[in-house]
């Protein structure tokens, strides 16, 4: 059974930084694409950021420069370091973990970027 469990969420004033985790198990991590989403009040999940299987990386342009998304294929989890947050970065945060035709969701953390 595949389970994801974030970690790391909390608040914090604007400018300042969060690490997200992400752990998996019952998987090949190592095959997998991971992800980071995020989802505010009101609006759609987004894809934040993603890690594919070759270590290649995407991020959406809001957070270019200021989100960092890795992995470790031996701990099997995923990390997003998140500087210079800003208000319009609160949302609840979910990893996503897809492989072959299955995709799979953690429990979401919620980040709040207030003063």
């Known amino acids: 059974q595949v389970q994801l469990v974030e970690s790391g969420g909390g608040l914090v004033q604007p400018g300042g930084s969060l690490r997200l985790s992400c752990a998996a198990s019952?998987?090949?991590?190592?095959?997998?694409?991971m992800g980071w989403y995020r989802q505010a009040s009101g609006k759609q999940r987004e894809l934040v950021a993603a890690?594919?299987?070759?270590?290649?990386?995407n991020y959406i342009d809001s957070v270019k420069g200021r989100f960092t998304i890795s992995r470790d294929n031996a701990k099997k989890m995923v990390n997003l370091q998140m500087n210079n947050l800003k208000p319009e970065d609160t949302a609840v945060y979910y990893c996503?973990?897809?492989?072959?035709?299955?995709?799979?969701w953690g429990q979401g953390t919620q980040v709040t970027v207030s003063s």
């Open positions: 019952g998987i090949n991590f190592s095959s997998a694409t």
């Open positions: 996503n973990l897809r492989v072959l035709f299955s995709s799979y």
């Open positions: 890690i594919f299987p070759s270590g290649n990386t």
